[in-house]
């Protein structure tokens, strides 16, 4: 959903600051995030999806977020996930959405996430969904 700017500095009608503070409240204990996500996290998927063509090393992430590679390691190792689970996770989503709305080939796709061999891209499929990527396609 997008809109112009100059809505944000618009008043609505009948705005309650103490009752939208109390729905505010009400709305945050509902929507809880699942357990084991953090900002952090999500932050990182987020970049790694953005850049999933430039292939980010985690180096070049610690930066963006000005931490050292170290803090960042040790930052994503308190969350039990590295970078490697969530370049991982970020390829296998992508190649997923790739494989049921493309034609691109395999090799294509897999040049498309980050493997310059094909063959090392249907391993890594493999083992992150229990089947081969023409499998999968044909599965859709």
């Known amino acids: 959903m997008t809109f112009d700017a100059h809505w944000l500095d ?3 009608p009948g705005y309650d600051r ?10 945050n204990t509902l929507l809880k995030r699942p357990i084991g996500k ?3 996290v999500e932050s990182m998927s987020n970049r790694l999806r953005f850049d999933i063509d430039a292939r980010p ?9 000005n931490v050292s590679d170290r803090t960042l390691r040790r930052r ?9 689970q969530l370049r991982d996770g970020t390829r296998f989503e992508r190649a997923c959405d790739l494989l049921s709305h493309t034609q691109m080939t395999i090799a294509q796709i897999a040049d498309a996430v980050g493997y310059s061999d094909a063959r090392a891209f249907r391993r890594a ?13 044909s599965d859709r």
């Open 18 to 27: 103490i009752t939208c503070g109390l729905l505010r409240q009400q709305l």
């Open 125 to 137: 499929f493999k083992r992150w969904s229990g089947q081969l990527p023409g499998e999968f396609r």
């Open 10 to 12: 618009a008043r609505v």
């Open 38 to 40: 953090s900002d952090l």
């Open 76 to 84: 994503l190792n308190q969350q039990n996930v590295n970078y490697t």
């Open 57 to 65: 090393r985690q180096k070049d992430l610690a930066q963006m977020i």
